[in-house]
């Protein structure tokens, strides 16, 4: 094999992937599982097997692993770039299998009446060394094929990352109400949570916090970004005298933890007659946005000053600078803020929750959808609940993927080269 | 400062010479003087009337509203309510009624109102003078004083700051610095939840509850010490497993022959798109005891019982760090992604031709260049971290909670998450504000770190 050359494939791994994947076809006929004195080989339990529909994970891990052996030895005879692409795939469907037996060795034993009360803990030798070596044998098969590695990891991590996202959409859709269901899939289909959702407006006004948040976040977010792009320009693109100063007393505003003075903000509102409101909201939004100014500045900083200079020149005044040249310049940034501040609106918690207290009727989502999820309620409005977070989350998904750009540039527009 | 400036400075004869705030009134004339104490009149003796009218204005509704009730807020400050609201005996109706008597907290709140009237007042005093005097120099030179019909059109030119930074100068005021303030001052008061207005009275105990909390050996300082250790822990671990997870992810995506970079980086996306209280509140569920990781581990045969993810305390602060993991990693991720493409190219290859694996390159080229950029950021999400209110809020409510700790408090709590339960269930204002205090203390001292080392803060005009 050392002096083979093939072009596109890297033969230098060739013989550790052979003996990973040849392993992996021996565990095949190793101890798969032993309880109570009682053992069992994969082959044995797939013979077996039969009836329940994850069965195929059995079939699949034991036959395909006998295959990719086969394909191994084959590919050491007649070596071919198609012939090791597709021992990868084969290979790959075969490592998937042995991950998937990891999660379905129990249902498959006890629905074939092999074991009853099986713990993974009486899982055997067998399984284990076809398990590790299925995968240290793709890992070289890749290698072999100059494949990057990486697609392993990042499988793995996708499917861990998406697998909550996946049980709030199902939940969502689930036809059995309440919180505890044992199993995952759920037994029945239907769009009633969501109806549920929006026809309940005396009990569940989960139509009217929608609207509310929509209010918010729009004037929220138009006030707000005018209000972050205004303070940025000017500590950015001018100076003057105090600019440190407010520079630096921002920063020490910023250091104290917002909501230890929410109690006094309360206070204060009640007094100008604004309590319970959503005007409050907004005011408050628009007061503290200018704290947001840090990464806007950055931003501004990174763009030439000579072209202030000679907008100066020709006679612009600094409104004109801000209005003409700044701004036309800061696409990225703008969708940066607006979509900061959008989303803000969406998730803020704490102080609309305190603000409106139990005045269900001027509840933000947020506070609503927390609620819902009180223990006293969960049995009730679970299903509901991960409907609500269906309605809320979609739009924000497709928007943030769709601006998804801008976004990274903003974050590293302020330490770009 | 200023005399110190104008030490060696040699006064060219023929030139208004410049004057600070003591040298105006010490060599200034007798409007100079006057308009120390009457805003505006120099700006109105050397043309500026309606500016200087304008200054005036200010001064009459400044004294007008100190004459009516500004001075009695201010004596209030002192006391903080002498009257407790008592009970008596009506004898017409033979009931028992009651008076009301000083509430604390609204003598507290108008102080601070009249504190930041008279700051706001003192800076529009200091203004007019060094505007009365800036016009008193420039008619002196026989230069042209600026009109007021100037003075607001320069609002859109020179003098833009004043008019840009007007309402968010005013928001902050309003919303953030007197509260602020306000909530400091109750850090030195007994204003906990047996001292309530308007039934009692709160009054000033200095020095008090920082003792308690940091110095006795009751239930506070019992609660305080494991807490403020495990927000420590917590802020480390939580930003050190993301930022590294990050890099990770972020590096394995943009590596050559990844197909579909795009499609990786929404997959991860989405989980950070999803606004954080609803992922972080529905993992909580699923990881309670009848949650669906629970029934799922059994069914897998992994468990035979349900596991204390959220309801043991080791197991609960483990699981915090986890779940925050999985939110954290896509945001270091897009963040990491920015800058792993300003990377020279030419230094890989270069690694490459001298034969270094790819952990040599991460450890030799990758790492010391993110470190160098990252820094600043790493800090600063650090103290994010040790405030981080949602991930624990949302996902364990701080629970559970512990018999050892003061009233509430949990073993997955924050302090900021303690600061919350305190001003909002058990009403304990003094010991919320002493804990904000400390907070602040813990954050200044990690940001003074990062200021003083980060190069894009010290060298903010390097790109321009």
Redesign the interface.
């Known amino acids: 094999m050392k002096d083979k050359i093939v072009i596109g494939l890297n033969l230098k791994y060739y013989y550790y992937a052979m003996v990973a994947a040849v392993l992996t076809g021996i565990s095949v006929f190793l101890p798969y599982a032993s309880m109570d004195g009682k053992t069992v080989t994969i082959l044995g339990a797939a013979m077996q097997a039969h009836g329940s529909g994850v069965d195929i994970i059995l079939y699949g891990a034991c036959y395909l692993s006998i295959v990719s052996a086969i394909c191994a030895v084959l590919l050491f005879v007649m070596t071919s770039r198609k012939g090791v692409k597709l021992w990868q795939c084969i290979h790959a469907i075969c490592v998937v299998s042995w991950t998937l037996l990891l999660f379905a060795s129990r249902t498959i034993l006890e629905s074939a009446g092999i074991y009853s009360k099986f713990l993974n803990t009486h899982l055997s030798v067998g399984f284990w060394l076809g398990l590790v070596a299925s995968y240290v044998a793709l890992i070289f098969i890749m290698k072999v094929g100059e494949t990057n590695i990486g697609y392993v990891p990042l499988t793995i991590m996708g499917v861990i990352w998406l697998f909550p996202i996946l049980w709030i959409v199902l939940t969502a859709f689930r036809e059995e109400q309440g919180y505890y269901v044992g199993y995952f899939i759920p037994h029945g289909f239907t769009f009633n949570n969501f109806i549920q959702l929006f026809s309940n407006p005396d009990k569940l006004p989960f139509g009217r916090w929608w609207v509310n948040t929509m209010i918010v976040a729009v004037c929220g977010c138009c006030i707000n970004t005018m209000i972050v792009l205004m303070t940025a320009f000017i500590l950015s693109r001018t100076r003057f005298k105090g600019r440190k100063a407010f520079m630096n007393i921002l920063m020490i505003i910023g250091m104290f933890p917002g909501f230890m003075s929410l109690i006094a903000v309360y206070n204060i509102l009640k007094g100008l007659g604004l309590n319970q409101s959503l005007l409050a909201l907004i005011i408050v939004g628009a007061a503290g946005a200018a704290m947001g100014y840090h990464v806007t500045k950055g931003f501004f900083d990174t763009i030439p000053k000579a072209l202030d200079e000679a907008a100066i020149i020709d006679g612009a005044t600094r409104f004109q600078i801000f209005t003409k040249v700044t701004l036309p310049l800061s696409k990225s940034i703008i969708v940066y803020i607006v979509l900061g501040a959008f989303l803000g609106a969406w998730s803020d918690y704490i102080f609309p929750s305190m603000l409106f207290g139990d005045r269900q009727q001027s509840y933000t989502v947020a506070v609503g959808l927390y609620w819902m999820t009180d223990y006293r309620r969960i049995d009730n409005y679970y299903t509901q609940f991960a409907a609500g977070a269906v309605v809320v989350a979609v739009p924000i998904v497709i928007l943030f993927v769709w601006l998804q750009r801008f976004y990274v540039e903003g974050l590293s527009g302020a330490v770009k080269g | 400062m200023a005399s110190k400036k104008n030490e060696g400075k040699v006064i060219v004869p023929g030139t208004p010479e410049e004057r600070n705030f003591v040298t105006t009134f010490t060599k200034g004339g007798a409007t100079s003087k006057l308009s120390y104490v009457i805003l505006g009149l120099e700006n109105m003796v050397n043309g500026q009337v309606i500016k200087g009218l304008l200054f005036l204005w200010a001064e009459i509704v400044y004294w007008f509203f100190m004459f009516r009730s500004g001075f009695s807020m201010l004596a209030g400050l002192k006391t903080l309510g002498t009257h407790t609201q008592e009970m008596v005996l009506n004898e017409e109706l033979g009931i028992y009624e009651t008076v009301p008597g000083d509430n604390s907290?609204l003598i507290l709140?108008t102080g601070v109102v009249a504190i930041v009237v008279t700051i706001a007042f003192i800076a529009v005093w200091l203004f007019s003078i060094s505007s009365g005097e800036h016009a008193r120099a420039q008619k002196a030179a026989g230069r042209h004083v600026r009109s007021f019909t100037e003075d607001v059109k320069s609002l859109?030119?020179?003098n833009?700051?004043f008019s840009?930074?007007a309402?968010?100068v005013?928001?902050?005021s309003?919303?953030?610095?007197?509260?602020?303030f306000?909530?400091i001052l109750m850090a030195f008061t007994n204003y906990d939840s047996e001292h309530q207005p308007p039934g009692n009275l709160f009054h000033w105990v200095e020095l008090e509850n920082f003792k308690t909390l940091l110095a006795s050996s009751d239930r506070l300082s019992a609660t305080f010490w494991p807490i403020l250790g495990w927000t420590l822990i917590w802020g480390v671990c939580a930003t050190f497993t993301c930022y590294f997870g990050g890099m990770v992810?972020a590096m394995?995506?943009n590596?050559?022959?990844?197909k579909g970079k795009k499609f990786?980086?929404?997959?991860?996306?989405?989980?950070?798109?999803?606004?954080?209280?609803?992922?972080l509140?529905?993992?909580?569920?699923?990881l309670?005891e009848?949650g669906?990781f629970n029934?799922?581990l059994e069914?897998?045969?992994?468990?035979?019982s349900p596991l204390p993810f959220l309801t043991n305390a080791t197991w609960a602060r483990v699981t915090v760090i986890v779940v925050n993991f999985?939110i954290g990693v896509?945001v270091t991720m897009?963040?990491v992604?920015?800058?792993l493409m300003?990377i020279p190219a030419e230094l890989y290859e270069s690694a490459k031709l001298d034969g270094a694996t790819p952990f040599v390159m991460f450890r030799k080229i990758t790492f010391p260049y993110m470190w160098f950029?990252?820094t600043p950021y790493l800090i600063s999400n650090l103290?994010g971290n040790f405030?981080n209110?949602?991930a624990i809020y949302?996902l364990t409510g701080g629970a559970p909670n512990s018999l050892d700790y003061f009233k509430g408090a949990g073993k997955t709590d924050l302090l900021?998450t303690w600061?919350?339960k305190l001003?909002?269930d058990s009403n304990d204002?003094n010991l919320?504000?002493t804990i904000?205090?400390i907070?602040?203390i813990l954050?200044?001292t990690f940001?003074l770190v990062t200021f003083s080392r980060s190069g894009?803060v010290q060298n903010?005009?390097?790109?321009?």
């Open positions: 907290m709140l859109a030119n020179d833009i700051h840009f930074l309402i968010p005013l928001g902050l309003v919303f953030t610095v007197m509260p602020l306000y909530m992810l394995v995506i590596s050559k022959g990844i990786w980086r929404t997959l991860f996306v989405i989980t950070y798109a999803v606004p954080a209280f609803i992922s509140r529905f993992v909580a569920t699923m309670g009848r669906i029934v799922l069914q897998w045969g992994f468990t035979a999985w896509p897009l963040m992604s920015g800058i300003n950029v990252t103290i405030n209110f949602n949302f900021v600061l919350y001003t909002k204002y919320a504000a904000g205090i907070i602040f954050s200044a940001t894009s903010e005009e390097g790109f321009q």
